[in-house]
Nanobody, 126 residues
Framework: QVQLVESGGGLVQAGDSLRLSCAAS????????MGWFRQAPGKEREFVAA????????YNTDSAKGRFTISRGNAKNMVHMQMNSLKPEDTAVYYC???????????????????WGQGTQVTVSS
């Protein structure tokens, strides 16, 4: 069993930064793919970024590239996302996701992942 716990969300102003973290526990040492999705009220869950254990990275270019940076912790069972220049449209619940394997594709579909955290709220005021 794998558990994912997110942290780092909060209320910030437009232009501020936040760093989200996700810790995997349980049978997590072999977790290959870890990613972030987000879901705003009334909208579908949206892919933000993903990273493999070996460092392959994909971003949702529309929402993340250039402002968000995903990284793995040294222990490889953590994933972080540095979010800079936040905008009100970044307001959402951010979910960490994990999977045993990396498909070699973008890993940008929620169906690619088996394990999910409970989410952390990010609110950006204008």
């Amino acid at each position: 069993q794998v558990q994912l716990v997110e942290s780092g969300g909060g209320l910030v102003q437009a232009g501020d930064s936040l760093r989200l973290s996700c810790a995997a526990s349980g049978r997590s040492s072999s977790m290959h793919a870890m990613g972030w999705f987000r879901q705003a009220p009334g909208k579908e869950r949206e892919f933000v970024a993903a990273i493999s254990r070996s460092g392959d990275i994909t971003y949702n270019t529309d929402s993340a590239k250039g402002r968000f940076t995903i990284s793995r912790g040294n222990a490889k069972n953590m994933v972080h996302m540095q979010m800079n220049s936040l905008k009100p449209e970044d307001t959402a619940v951010y979910y960490c996701a994990a999977q045993w394997f990396w498909t070699g594709q973008a890993m940008d579909n929620a169906r690619d992942y088996t394990y999910w955290g409970q989410g952390t709220q990010v609110t950006v005021s204008s």
